[in-house]
T-cell receptor, first 112, second 112 residues
Framework: DQQVKQNSPSLSVQEGRISILNCDYT??????FLWYKKYPAEGPTFLIS?????DKNEDGRFTVFLNKSAKHLSLHIVPSQPGDSAVYFC???????????FGKGTTLSVSS | DAGITQSPRYKITETGRQVTLMCHQT?????MFWYRQDLGHGLRLIYY???????DKGEVPDGYVVSRSKTENFPLTLESATRSQTSVYFC???????????FGEGSWLTVV
């Protein structure tokens, strides 16, 4: 059973508009959440994270929102750029000593 | 600064052969991980290690063996490769298990 779900396999957005990528989780013990970005033929790279004690974390064009009651987080990219086209993975962690659990990923395509 | 490196980057092997994928990190991170990426499945954890001589199974450990005699190395061995093990394999490392981890560039393995 998937503990981290990214229900949209793909998302297409125009350059300059907002991209919103969503992630749901089922395990209420998760207390730290991360987003990774992956280009083809490269390894995933860390993008942004958020602790469960916060509901928002911002880094430049990237903002992650956490809604603990809904067990939902989202990544907002504003404004979107063609270079943002990649696969985005949501990940979560909980119990100390356990590894990150990843979602299946969402492929973002930003057109110019 | 190499960070984390994987070898080989590309490998074609035959069913039943033993294959070892190497992973080396220069950060002295305690934790190291092996994930595989497959279409429709995202990133799935195979094995991870908290320190030298300490390893734990992940979500999909069957058919794989790991060892960690030195902090910087974490080889993954497929004892008798099967076609279902055709995948992209990513090694990662981090200071802790549930925080930011850093990925290598991946090893593309094809089993024919």
């Amino acid at each position: 059973d998937q503990q981290v779900k990214q229900n949209s396999p793909s998302l297409s957005v125009q350059e300059g508009r907002i991209s919103i990528l969503n992630c749901d989780y089922t395990n209420s013990m998760f207390d730290y959440f991360l987003w990774y970005k992956k280009y083809p033929a490269e390894g995933p790279t860390f993008l942004i994270s958020i602790s469960s004690i916060k509901d928002k974390n911002e880094d430049g064009r990237f903002t992650v929102f956490l809604n603990k009651s809904a067990k939902h987080l989202s990544l907002h990219i504003v404004p979107s750029q063609p270079g943002d086209s990649a696969v985005y993975f949501c990940a979560a962690s909980g119990q100390a000593g356990t590894a990150l659990i990843f979602g299946k990923g969402t492929t973002l395509s930003v057109s110019s | 600064d190499a960070g984390i490196t994987q070898s080989p980057r590309y490998k074609i092997t035959e069913t039943g052969r033993q294959v070892t994928l190497m992973c080396h990190q220069t950060w002295s991170h305690s934790y190291m991980f092996w994930y595989r990426q497959d279409l429709g499945h995202g990133l799935r954890l195979i094995y991870y290690s908290a320190a030298a001589d300490i390893t734990d199974k992940g979500e999909v450990p069957d058919g794989y063996v790991v060892s960690r005699s030195k902090t910087e190395n974490f080889p993954l061995t497929l004892e008798s490769a099967t076609r279902s093990q055709t995948s992209v394999y990513f090694c990662a490392s981090g200071v802790s298990s549930g925080n930011t981890i850093y990925f290598g560039e991946g090893s593309w393995l094809t089993v024919v």
